[in-house]
């Protein structure tokens, strides 16, 4: 279900595009659009072309060197030493127009801790850049240092670093979904609860809180129809979900409805789910146990 839409060459890494701000030019909204769609190349070229390096506010040199990550991730191993460090090098230009640009400073820390040595990574630098954010973005430090322990499979530790930036706020939706499901990994299936019930609350429009929520009350055995509900909205209204994903919202939909000891719905439900996504084998082992 997770997915990512950048990877380091080195390790998983997670960029998140917000929306377009007011004060963001045409060719910043452009080139957001054109990295979206996967064509890094096309950003680069068009940057260079049409915006000179002295006239480039920070957020342009921002998506500037994600373009070069993009690039980074795809490119041999003789070329990924030199886009590394004009991705550096953009990140860092654009922390000396606007020191406190949090996702630049991010990703600063990023490429320190997960480049190798030999392009300039260096943890004990990473840990500088967060130090350095956490005067002004506290609770931003603490997110970028959750995401690092996820990544790295310390579940523990990410689950520590996620509550103590919910902590310093704000509640920001995506970091209380993340949290969610890391306490669902750890089984705390009360805790992932309600972090859902508060996401779906504050973002009605983050369709993956249904999912999650759903899926939280099927293993925990309880509120069985709210479960029922947030399964049906998840199917019926997520707008970025392909048939893979609606197999996983039926499969949640036939737990449920197994839990209430509706088994000919749960049937129909766990049959929906493998037509969707035949790949579910926690679907097809549920199914054969009903049909017995």
Same mark, same amino acid.
């Given at each position: 279900?997770?997915?990512?839409?950048?990877?380091?060459?080195?390790?998983?890494?997670?960029?998140?595009?917000?929306?377009?701000?007011?004060?963001?030019?045409?060719?910043?909204?452009?080139?957001?659009?054109?990295?979206?769609?996967? =064509?890094?190349?096309?950003?680069?070229?068009?940057?260079?072309?049409?915006?000179?390096?002295?006239?480039? &506010?920070? =957020?342009?040199? @921002?998506?500037?060197?994600?373009? $070069?990550?993009?690039?980074?991730?795809?490119?041999?191993?003789?070329?990924?030493?030199?886009?590394?460090?004009?991705?550096?090098?953009?990140?860092? /230009?654009?922390?000396?127009?606007?020191?406190?640009?949090?996702?630049?400073?991010?990703?600063?820390?990023? @490429?320190?801790? $997960?480049?190798?040595?030999?392009?300039?990574?260096?943890?004990?630098?990473?840990?500088?850049?967060?130090?350095?954010?956490?005067?002004?973005?506290? +609770?931003?430090?603490?997110?970028?240092?959750?995401?690092?322990?996820?990544?790295?499979?310390?579940?523990?530790?990410?689950?520590?670093?996620?509550?103590?930036?919910?902590?310093? &706020?704000?509640?920001?939706?995506?970091?209380?979904?993340?949290?969610?499901?890391?306490?669902?990994?750890?089984?705390? $299936?009360?805790?992932?609860?309600?972090?859902?019930?508060?996401?779906?609350?504050?973002?009605?429009?983050?369709?993956?809180?249904?999912?999650?929520? +759903?899926?939280?009350?099927?293993?925990?055995? /309880?509120?069985?129809?709210? &479960?029922?509900?947030?399964?049906?909205? $998840?199917?019926?209204?997520?707008?970025?979900?392909?048939?893979? =994903?609606?197999?996983?919202?039926?499969?949640?939909?036939?737990?449920?409805?197994?839990?209430?000891?509706?088994?000919?719905?749960?049937?129909?439900?766990?049959?929906?789910?493998?037509?969707?996504?035949?790949?579910? =084998?926690?679907?097809?082992?549920?199914?054969?146990?009903?049909?017995?």
């Amino acid at each position: 279900m997770v997915r990512s839409r950048h990877a380091w060459a080195f390790v998983l890494l997670i960029l998140a595009f917000g929306q377009a701000g007011a004060g963001e030019t045409a060719l910043e909204v452009e080139a957001r659009k054109l990295l979206e769609a996967g =064509d890094a190349e096309g950003v680069v070229s068009m940057i260079e072309k049409r915006s000179p390096e002295s006239e480039r &506010g920070p =957020d342009l040199w @921002f998506v500037l060197a994600q373009a $070069y990550h993009e690039l980074l991730d795809e490119a041999g191993l003789l070329k990924k030493k030199g886009l590394a460090n004009k991705m550096k090098a953009a990140l860092e /230009t654009a922390l000396e127009i606007d020191p406190e640009h949090v996702d630049a400073r991010r990703e600063l820390a990023d @490429f320190y801790y $997960y480049a190798p040595w030999i392009v300039g990574g260096s943890k004990d630098e990473a840990e500088k850049q967060l130090e350095i954010l956490g005067k002004t973005s506290p +609770a931003e430090a603490w997110i970028a240092r959750g995401q690092r322990a996820r990544n790295e499979g310390d579940l523990e530790e990410a689950r520590e670093h996620y509550r103590k930036a919910l902590e310093l &706020g704000p509640r920001e939706p995506g970091a209380m979904l993340t949290l969610a499901v890391i306490e669902q990994q750890l089984d705390d $299936y009360p805790a992932s609860i309600e972090l859902l019930e508060e996401v779906i609350t504050a973002d009605p429009e983050r369709e993956r809180a249904y999912y999650y929520c +759903a899926r939280a009350l099927a293993m925990a055995g /309880t509120d069985i129809e709210r &479960g029922l509900e947030c399964a049906a909205h $998840y199917v019926e209204h997520c707008t970025e979900c392909d048939d893979s =994903d609606r197999g996983y919202g039926w499969w949640r939909r036939a737990t449920l409805y197994k839990r209430k000891g509706e088994t000919d719905a749960a049937i129909a439900a766990y049959r929906e789910a493998l037509r969707l996504n035949p790949e579910l =084998d926690g679907a097809r082992q549920g199914l054969e146990e009903l049909e017995r």
